[in-house]
């Protein structure tokens, strides 16, 4: 990421842990049982704080976790993967689970498309950006130029986390696929979505005409 979200105010690192990930622990307890957050122990059968290592002897010695996960992204059902994504309204662990579970999943795809169609925008969001994935991924399965058209339609009035998840699509079609890249430029300069948002030094700024020119610039360049 480029940019810092203006919706997140600075807070120290103890604080983001506790205001930032939402529910990030009891989701990732449904992930992976043998998840444990920060700090928390478990008691040994002598009552000391031996729970890790035995939980270690359990896992076969590796003492991380790995065989509660074993099934990975993949094991988890449609409905499941939907249920996480709906709890989930941090935005951090809403990322989280959309880039590092939905994504990986056989399911990704249908969801996608029930996604992209839901009536909430922080659920709809997790459509846009799988489709995003799909763009560098799997153009084939999708219709750019008509993407471009709901981009054009609906990102200006949308709530702010759909919007930003339009504007990274936006940016990536105009990065990825050169016959719509004018285009792509000329909606984000009508639009003008985030074209003030403040961006650091050496940072690329989120505008996507800017965004568009750095990334392409980068790609000549290597």
Known sequence: MYWSD???PRQTRAARRTADTGRAPEVRRTLNPSFRPTGERTRGPTGGRGGRRDAGRRDGGRGDGRAGRAGGP????????????????????????????????????????????????????????????????????????GLLDVVEARMKDAPDRLRWAMNRCLARIGIDRPGLRARAVGIGERLEVLKDHPTSPGCTSPFTPAWIAEMVRRQDAS
């Open 6 to 8: 203006p919706e997140r």
């Open 74 to 145: 993949k094991a988890f059902e449609r409905e499941a993967l939907d249920a996480l994504v709906r709890e989930a309204r941090a935005p951090k662990v809403h990322d989280w689970l959309v880039n590092h579970v939905v994504r990986k999943s056989p399911h990704a795809e249908e969801l996608r498309l029930v996604w992209t169609a839901d009536p909430d925008p922080v659920v709809e969001s997790a459509g846009w950006a799988l489709t995003t994935e799909s763009v560098r991924k799997d153009p084939g399965v999708l219709d750019l130029p």
